[in-house]
């Protein structure tokens, strides 16, 4: 395993925060349970933490384009939490054979979208009625 216990402990610190939104990790009932050992122990991952409370977890399409989740706990949520991605998508970037980052976002959250532009993202689509809350926007980010 690529990780130790104390690695595990900070990414489930990030997951297990009742402010971070954990459907996007497919669990929406509020426990993260083991996912930090989950994506840690799993070798086509990328698990960032460009700080103590921003988390981005990485899930491969295939070896060029990778599908991010963002989470950021309340009080490094702004601009700190801002420089932090791109300093973590510039190291994805520039340390694998990554030339595209993709995210999506439900369109309800509107303050994630606008997060996720200011990282640099371009809105490239729209899936209808693709969650419960509606649709939900296409972001993508090239190298």
Request: proline residues 4%; glycine residues 10%.
């Amino acid at each position: 395993m690529r990780c130790t216990m104390a690695d595990i402990n900070r990414v489930n610190r990030i997951l297990d925060n009742q402010d971070v939104s954990l459907a996007l990790f497919g669990h929406s009932d509020g426990s993260s349970g083991v996912l930090g050992y989950r994506f840690l122990s799993n070798d086509s991952v990328l698990v960032l933490m460009p700080n103590e409370g921003c988390l981005a977890i990485g899930v491969p399409h295939n070896n060029s384009i990778y599908h991010f989740h963002i989470a950021v706990l309340p009080g490094y949520r702004g601009k700190q939490a801002v420089i932090a991605f791109k300093e973590a998508a510039q190291w994805v970037f520039e340390n694998t054979p990554c030339i595209k980052i993709v995210g999506l976002e439900p369109t309800v959250r509107k303050d994630a979208v606008r997060f996720i532009l200011a990282l640099g993202f371009e809105k490239e689509g729209l899936l209808k009625n693709a969650c419960p809350t509606g649709d939900v926007a296409v972001l993508g980010l090239c190298a």
